[in-house]
């Protein structure tokens, strides 16, 4: 099986790069992997119009790239269904949103790691990808990589910030990222995801997060946004999305055109 470069990173404690991508055509991963600038690729999920099969190209795609890791967002509802069904097509780590207490993300965990004793989850073998149809491969090798499936949950909800020591202190809890946007729409704060409030928050999350041997992760739209992040410890990020990318080059070249043309 593909080794899992962001497990691996972890265990050494190195920083990693992420970005995203929010579309479904494998071939925007397969061009950013050709590229070699990132540890691993979130494909975010959550937001994209993705089909079972489509997963599974996804992970061939992925295969392309030893050297390069792979994560899969998952939205809230059937969040255990849509975990297993990505390990398996071949997606290495789970990114769970919409997290609000210590049991909601042990049974995040608990879905993810194999059901055996010394794990004790509840993902069963099945004929996909992941253990090669359950044919070829390894059973010994799959139920390793489950236990290498790097867990992360968006911190996002009022209620996951008042559970935020009891939700980090879950046995599997490998990194968190704070979600600006949902959280202020958690708290009533609507269109003020910038204000000192929610910013604060944040900042809470990273250094509890570091307090506790949890890996923070910021988002950022680009480099120059790390450097307050780094002062605060933060190692770990995931920058740009495919579709922000492409709406900014499109706004930059049509404002340059007009002021050309007059």
């Known amino acids: 099986m593909k080794k899992n470069v962001l497990r691996e990173m972890l265990n050494a404690g190195k920083p990693t790069i992420g970005t995203h991508v929010i579309s479904p055509w494998p071939g925007i991963i397969e061009i950013i992997g050709k590229s070699g600038a990132f540890d691993y690729i979130e494909y975010v999920g959550e937001y994209s119009p993705f089909s079972i099969d489509g997963l599974e190209n996804i992970g061939r795609t992925f295969e392309l790239f030893p050297e390069m890791s792979s994560m899969m967002k998952v939205e809230e509802q059937t969040r255990g269904f849509i975990a297993s069904r990505s390990i398996d097509a071949g997606i290495q780590n789970v990114l769970f949103t ?16 194999a059901e055996s004793p010394e794990q004790g989850g509840t993902h069963g073998v099945s004929m996909r990808r992941g253990p090669d149809y359950y044919v070829y491969g390894s059973l010994q090798q799959w139920v390793k990589a489950m236990k290498d499936v790097v867990i992360a949950f968006m911190i996002e909800k009022k209620g996951a910030m008042e559970n935020l020591d009891a939700i980090l202190d879950v046995e599997g809890v490998d990194m968190v990222q704070f979600g600006p946007a949902d959280y202020s729409v958690s708290m009533g704060m609507a269109d003020r995801m910038q204000s000192a409030e929610v910013q604060n928050a944040q900042k809470e999350m990273v250094k509890k997060a570091l307090a506790k041997g949890v890996h923070p992760r910021v988002e950022i739209g680009g480099y120059e946004e790390a ?19 492409i709406a900014a080059w499109c706004t930059e070249q049509a404002e340059g055109m007009k002021k050309l043309l007059g």
């Open 227 to 245: 450097k307050p992040w780094l002062d605060l410890g933060v190692r770990h990020f995931c920058i740009g999305w495919d579709i922000v990318t």
């Open 98 to 113: 919409d997290v609000r207490s210590a049991a909601e993300a042990k049974e995040c965990v608990r879905c993810v790691r």
